[in-house]
């Protein structure tokens, strides 16, 4: 009932800045927390950064101090703005988003985009 649309990925040299968009639509009542995940190859998929309905955040420790997540509520709409990016940093990235409606939860990711940061 709920997609999720993603934009932004590329490929940057060590040091640049992408900016990651990730667009709701469908059946939406309310949207609730929502973030951005990972994964590189050969790797396990972690939580890069989160942002609740009241705008709290959450960072991972690898990406403190150089990514900002944002939201804009009338476009349903979660954003990802990477600085200084490394190396380490190249992975597919998701944005997942949680919707709720009379007590219930409900979770949707998106289709991921590469980023991939040359050294």
């Known amino acids: 009932q709920v997609q999720l649309v993603e934009s932004g990925g590329g490929l940057v040299q060590a040091g640049g800045s992408l900016r990651l968009s990730c667009a709701a639509s469908?059946?939406?009542?309310?949207?609730?927390?929502m973030g951005w995940y990972r994964q590189a190859p050969g790797k396990q998929r972690e939580l890069v950064a989160s942002?609740?309905?009241?705008?709290?955040?959450k960072y991972a420790d690898a990406v403190k101090g150089r990514f900002t997540i944002s939201r804009d509520n009338a476009k349903n709409t979660v954003y990802l703005l990477m600085n200084n990016l490394k190396p380490e940093d190249t992975a597919v990235y998701y944005c997942?988003?949680?919707?709720?409606?009379?007590?219930?939860?409900?979770?949707?990711w998106g289709q991921g985009t590469q980023v991939t940061v040359s050294s």
């Open positions: 942002i609740s309905s009241g705008g709290s955040t």
């Open positions: 469908g059946s939406i009542f309310r949207i609730n927390d």
């Open positions: 997942h988003v949680y919707t709720g409606y009379r007590g219930y939860d409900y979770d949707y």
